[in-house]
């Protein structure tokens, strides 16, 4: 049962991941369009944060909660996006700074 927990817990955050690749890719044209920094490199950290933590979940806990470490990346790895989405939503509505 632990092989099968594992393999969706990553199957889960590896699906999140992509979606957040899909967003730094509408930064990044955002920018190179509209020639407004929008700071798309940045939308890679949460990935990566999300990643670990899926990785120490599947591979050192077995579960997907109790792991003092693992919530702190997955806490960080929203902060960052949340902040990220709203600087990148509000740059795009129309807030040139």
């Known amino acids: 049962m632990t092989v099968i927990s594992s393999a969706l817990t990553l199957y889960s955050w590896g699906a999140v991941a992509i979606l957040l690749v899909f967003q730094f890719l509408i930064a990044r044209f955002y920018e190179k369009k509209s020639k407004q920094r929008s700071y798309y490199t940045f939308f890679l950290i949460p990935a990566l944060l999300f ?3 899926a990785g120490r979940y599947a591979f050192w806990i077995g579960d997907l909660a109790g792991d003092v470490w693992g919530d702190i990346l997955l806490f960080v ?3 960052i ?3 990220l989405s709203a600087w990148l939503f509000r740059l ?3 807030g040139k700074h």
């Open 51 to 53: 990643l670990l933590a």
């Open 77 to 79: 790895g929203g902060g």
């Open 81 to 83: 996006l949340a902040a």
């Open 92 to 94: 795009m509505m129309g």
